[in-house]
């Protein structure tokens, strides 16, 4: 990983507390979201210097979250990493329901929340709560094996990025028990130790990949048009994958 590809990664943390700052220690209240379009009116109704605390704060929490969540995910130290990003979620959510009671707007005479106030904030909610099972989901998905299928005249590799590979268009197959430097993945998803699709490689260059780093050996294919490391969900399926390989490149 190169100083730009890490500067990248880090930006959103360095936005995020620059945010923070500017809310909670300069008073640009005119940041925040939704209160930056209320008009005058409206504004003389919120109580916006604990509303640019909380606000503040919260940039400040999730920008550490993020921070930690990269972090590990560039020592590839991953659960700890999922889990600071995960903590994401709680936190927003936390901050929207807090954010209402500095908003006099979303109060009646009584000094009851208004139902109308109520319905926004629930709407929220269950989007960030739909949103953070669809990520979840994926993530968890993407972190699974790498599952192959021998078909009559191909072999399929399923999942994202998956394709069929014929047995005709195999000029080459080798078990390696190493991996070539990886460099960067240029269009391909990257969950944890599993890697899937488009990726560039020293001294190989451009190839497709279908495998959990932590769990060698790898097969490598090279066809007419691509390149490809592949592996099983364990060291003796990727072994006999490879053998019966073999025998299907051999008849």
Request: hydrophobic content about 50%.
């Amino acid at each position: 990983m190169d100083w730009l590809e890490i500067l990248i990664l880090f930006l959103p943390t360095i936005v995020l507390f620059s945010v923070g700052y500017l809310i909670r220690v300069r008073k640009m209240y005119w940041l925040i979201s939704g209160y930056n379009t209320m008009s005058a009116e409206k504004k003389k109704q919120v109580d916006t210097e604990n509303l640019g605390i909380l606000i503040g704060n919260m940039c400040f929490v999730l920008g550490c979250l993020m921070f930690i969540g990269f972090l590990f995910i560039f020592l590839e130290v991953f659960p700890v990493s999922y889990i600071a990003l995960a903590l994401f979620f709680p936190v927003v959510i936390y901050t929207i329901i807090t954010a209402q009671k500095y908003d006099g707007t979303n109060f009646n005479n009584a000094g009851e929340m208004k139902t109308s106030s109520k319905v926004v904030v629930a709407i929220i909610v269950v989007l960030l709560l739909a949103l953070f099972g669809f990520v979840g989901s994926k993530l968890f998905k993407e972190a699974q094996p790498i599952l192959t299928n021998l078909e009559q005249d191909a072999l399929t590799i399923a999942g994202s990025y998956g394709q069929s590979v014929l047995f005709a268009d195999i000029q080459e197959i080798q078990l390696v028990e190493t991996l070539p430097e990886i460099q960067r993945r240029t269009n391909g998803s990257a969950t944890g130790y599993v890697l899937r699709g488009h990726f560039l490689m020293s001294d190989v260059g451009p190839v497709m990949l279908y495998l959990d780093r932590e769990k060698p050996p790898f097969i490598y294919l090279e066809t007419l048009d691509q390149k490809i490391y592949l592996n099983s969900a364990t060291s003796d399926l990727t072994r006999e994958l490879f053998e019966t390989l073999q025998v299907k490149l051999q008849n």
